[in-house]
């Protein structure tokens, strides 16, 4: 099954089930031709820039690097902290994704690590999220804002960013993501 199909099969049991969300956003203009995902961009093919090598230690103590862990799979990177308001509505959707056979990485901004594993076991989100206390991490990705989460990229399987949302994502912009943003990708 290609690519594309498998994420369309993902999708429509992820969002199968209406998902509650938290009405928070964090202010973003909204893109041309972005309709009512604000803060969503979904960059042409000349604007996509290549995912930079992360490598970093887990909320669990592991060592994961982005290269081995996606490894010609599309991505969903999340930045957020357990202190960020609008992330708890957007969790429960990522996780939902993740058992479900989305690829999705967490990046933990600024956070205490404790806190931050507490927050995200209690959010049922079992995919791995890197520790990022220092915002090195964060730094690298220029496509996202340093200040202001949650945001959130799109990675196709060639490392290439597809698309961002800048605060909460919501189950209608994931499902626009995956069904419009990925039938673009080739087949695998």
Same mark, same amino acid.
């Given at each position: 099954? $290609?690519?594309?199909?498998?994420?369309?099969? &993902?999708? #429509?049991?992820?969002?199968?089930?209406?998902?509650?969300?938290?009405?928070?956003?964090? @202010?973003?203009?909204?893109?041309?031709?972005?309709? $009512?995902? %604000?803060?969503?961009? &979904?960059? =042409?093919?000349?604007?996509?820039? *290549?995912?930079? /090598?992360? +490598?970093? *230690? +887990? !909320?669990?103590?592991?060592?994961?690097?982005?290269? +081995?862990?996606? #490894?010609?799979? @599309?991505?969903?990177?999340?930045?957020? #902290?357990?202190?960020? =308001?609008?992330?708890?509505?957007?969790?429960?959707?990522?996780?939902?994704?993740?058992?479900?056979? &989305?690829? %999705? !990485?967490?990046?933990?901004?600024?956070?205490?690590?404790?806190?931050?594993?507490?927050?995200?076991? /209690?959010?049922?989100? =079992?995919?791995? /999220?890197? =520790?990022?206390?220092?915002?090195? !991490?964060?730094?690298?990705?220029?496509?996202?804002?340093?200040?202001?989460?949650?945001?959130?990229?799109?990675?196709?399987?060639?490392?290439?960013i597809v698309a961002r949302?800048?605060?909460?994502?919501?189950?209608? *912009?994931?499902?626009?993501?995956?069904?419009? %943003?990925?039938?673009?990708? @080739? $087949?695998?």
């Amino acid at each position: 099954m $290609s690519v594309p199909a498998r994420l369309l099969v &993902v999708l #429509a049991l992820v969002l199968g089930s209406s998902l509650a969300t938290t009405s928070c956003r964090t @202010p973003a203009a909204p893109q041309a031709g972005a309709g $009512s995902d %604000v803060g969503l961009t &979904v960059f =042409s093919r000349a604007q996509q820039q *290549t995912l930079p /090598s992360l +490598t970093g *230690t +887990t !909320l669990t103590g592991g060592r994961l690097s982005v290269s +081995t862990y996606a #490894a010609g799979e @599309p991505l969903v990177i999340n930045v957020w #902290a357990s202190w960020c =308001s609008p992330c708890r509505g957007e969790i429960p959707l990522l996780a939902r994704a993740a058992h479900r056979g &989305v690829r %999705v !990485l967490g990046i933990d901004e600024r956070d205490d690590a404790h806190l931050a594993l507490s927050f995200a076991a /209690s959010h049922h989100a =079992s995919y791995p /999220s890197l =520790s990022d206390p220092r915002g090195h !991490l964060l730094a690298s990705l220029h496509d996202l804002p340093q200040t202001g989460i949650p945001s959130t990229l799109v990675v196709a399987p060639d490392r290439r960013i597809v698309a961002r949302v800048i605060g909460p994502l919501t189950p209608g *912009t994931l499902r626009r993501i995956l069904t419009e %943003v990925t039938t673009t990708w @080739p $087949s695998s």
